[in-house]
């Protein structure tokens, strides 16, 4: 079992930014890809980055790309989303993802699900 709680999340203005960690526990935490997601108000879950277990290669939603940042500290345990140049559409609660298959998790298919964190971004 892998357990995963993320911070971070909170209300910021349009253009700002927030660092959203996940900090996961239990099994071999390098084992894991590792990934976001975002679930706003009334909208289906919704991809949002992904990292391999090395950290060596990330993979990014369009509607991100350029503005978030995804990264992993395997020594922490932790895997962290930078978000810069926020929109008002990029409100959502945002939850990490782990999984041994990066695939799995890019799909949404990912064995380990945080509880979720509020982005909330006003205009």
């Known amino acids: 079992q892998v357990q995963l709680v993320e911070s971070g999340g909170g209300l910021v203005q349009g253009g700002g930014s927030l660092r959203l960690s996940c900090a996961a526990s239990?099994?071999?935490?390098?084992?894991?890809?590792m990934g976001w997601f975002r679930q706003a108000p009334g909208k289906e879950r919704e991809y949002v980055t992904a990292?391999?277990?090395?950290?060596?290669?990330?993979y990014y939603a369009d509607s991100v790309k350029g503005r978030f940042t995804i990264s992993r500290d395997n020594a922490k345990n932790t895997v962290y989303l930078q978000m810069n140049s926020l929109k008002p559409e990029d409100t959502a609660v945002y939850y990490c993802?782990?999984?041994?298959?990066?695939?799995?998790?890019?799909?949404?298919?990912?064995?380990?699900w945080g509880q979720g964190t509020q982005v909330t971004v006003s205009s």
């Open positions: 993802a782990a999984d041994e298959i990066l695939l799995s998790v890019m799909r949404g298919t990912a064995d380990y």
């Open positions: 239990g099994r071999t935490f390098s084992n894991y890809a």
């Open positions: 990292i391999t277990w090395t950290g060596d290669n990330t």
